[in-house]
């Protein structure tokens, strides 16, 4: 099984020391059947008065810090090795109740759903719908794969990747309407557009590996990434990359899962002081295979 160590660096720096306020850390991978943590540690400089770990309302891991003193910076580190046991592409037959769209969700898991099938944002002019359905059949029910296949892949050949220093995401339609954005825009323009089919849908965080010998020519990496979980009766929530057009977990870590990407920020604080106070902000990432870094590690030494 794959081993992958992650290694998340943020450090702001102010012009002056300045105090603290609570900081919501969101960086350890959240486990499961395709996701083993081996370690984790997190290091916070400085130190924090108080730390301590909740289960969010989606069952992310989330680290909360109080501190007592001041200080000119302030660090996170995070590091963590998993075994990652990429799940295979999903396969529905014929006779499964999702293998065609549309679909009807069953009656016991459609109340926990709703929250990911109602849209989020507005569409006043029907322009996110009508490009929605342009990836379904004219006539007849489409196969379902079809269609999120089709998302993924047609966002990423239609649309131009950028980085964005903004804070937060943009609304969807500026997505649509300039044709690019970031890999958490694009998360939130691909979950919008499942949602107007009534389709499940929501926002996950994380990273992505990118193999040194990588001829698949993924964008995101050196910072943390953002892809879709679509759920599926019979297939439960599968993956989708449509920044890297990536179909279930192959080279994806998760950290967080979230209805909208505002309940996933990685790093979420505040400082007492004047606004002329804050000097930047610098973040360091890193994932690499186990292997990769041990030969690293034995090129420094010779």
């Known amino acids: 099984m794959p081993r992958l160590t992650i290694h998340h660096k943020t450090v702001y720096r102010y012009t002056r020391p300045v105090a603290f306020g609570e900081h919501r850390v969101m960086l350890r991978p ?9 370690t984790s540690h997190l290091a916070i400089e400085p130190q924090p008065m108080q730390l301590r770990w909740i289960h969010d309302v989606f069952g992310n891991s989330v680290a909360i810090a109080t501190f007592d003193e001041r200080a000119d910076a302030l660090s996170f580190t995070a ?5 990652h046991n990429p799940a295979e592409e999903f396969g529905l037959t014929a006779d499964d109740p999702a293998y065609f769209y ?21 569409d006043p002019n029907g322009e996110l719908s009508a490009w929605a359905r342009k990836f379904l059949d004219a006539e007849g029910p489409t196969p379902t794969f079809k269609i999120l296949s089709g998302l993924t892949h047609g966002i990423r050949e239609a649309f131009n990747y950028r980085k964005r220093y903004e804070q937060g995401t943009q609304h969807p339609l500026d997505t649509l309407q300039t044709g690019s954005g970031t890999c958490r ?5 691909m979950i919008e557009a499942l949602r107007r089919l009534g389709i499940a849908a929501r926002f996950v965080s994380g990273y ?23 759920y599926l009766p ?13 179909v279930g977990t192959r080279d994806l870590i998760r950290v967080a899962v979230a209805r909208d990407p505002h309940q996933a920020i990685p790093l979420h604080g505040t400082y007492l002081g004047s606004p002329d106070a804050f000097a930047g902000m610098e973040v360091d ?10 030969a690293e590690q034995t090129a420094e030494k010779v």
């Open 102 to 122: 549309p679909f009807l969700y069953d009656d016991e898991e459609f109340p926990d759903l709703l929250q990911f099938i109602t849209p989020q944002y507005g």
């Open 185 to 189: 825009d694009y998360a939130l323009f």
């Open 208 to 230: 992505v590996f990118i193999p040194g010998d990588s001829a698949h020519g993924y964008v995101g990496g050196g910072s943390t990434h953002a892809w879709v979980q679509v």
């Open 30 to 38: 959240l486990p499961g059947h395709d996701l083993r943590i081996l």
């Open 285 to 294: 990432i890193n994932v690499v295979s186990v292997g990769e870094a041990k």
């Open 79 to 83: 590091t963590a090795t998993v075994e």
């Open 234 to 246: 019979s297939a439960g929530w599968i993956e989708f990359d449509p920044t890297n057009g990536i």
